[in-house]
């Protein structure tokens, strides 16, 4: 699945294998949870996976940013978000998987 982030998805954020494979796993679990349980899921398709790759990449934003807004040097001052990203992974979620797939109950 990284050759197919690397090659396919245009995808440079993750730069490594093992990395990636972690972080798929998350992707994995979040569009199981706001997938209609009704809808199987083919992870074999392209478009899946690109929506894999586009979660992929959400998630490693949100890890390397620690949610952190706005930071200033001289004053220390450092400012936090207070949101967890998922409606953020929602957002990308319904821009790449098809209405049927996903969970109504998401607010998507």
Do not use: H
Not at 66 to 90: A, M, P
């Amino acid at each position: 699945m990284y050759s197919f982030y690397n090659a396919i998805f245009g995808g440079d954020k993750i730069k490594d294998e093992g990395t990636f494979e972690r972080i798929i796993f998350y992707a994995k679990a979040f569009l199981r949870k706001i997938s209609n349980p009704s809808f199987d899921i083919d992870y074999e398709s392209e478009d899946v996976k690109i929506g894999l790759c586009a979660l992929c990449d959400c998630i490693y934003d949100k890890l390397e940013s620690s949610n952190i807004l706005r930071e200033e040097w001289d004053g220390f001052v450092r400012t936090y978000s207070s949101q967890s990203g998922y409606e953020e992974l929602l957002k990308v979620a319904s821009l790449f998987f098809p209405a049927e797939l996903l969970y109504r109950g998401c607010d998507v």
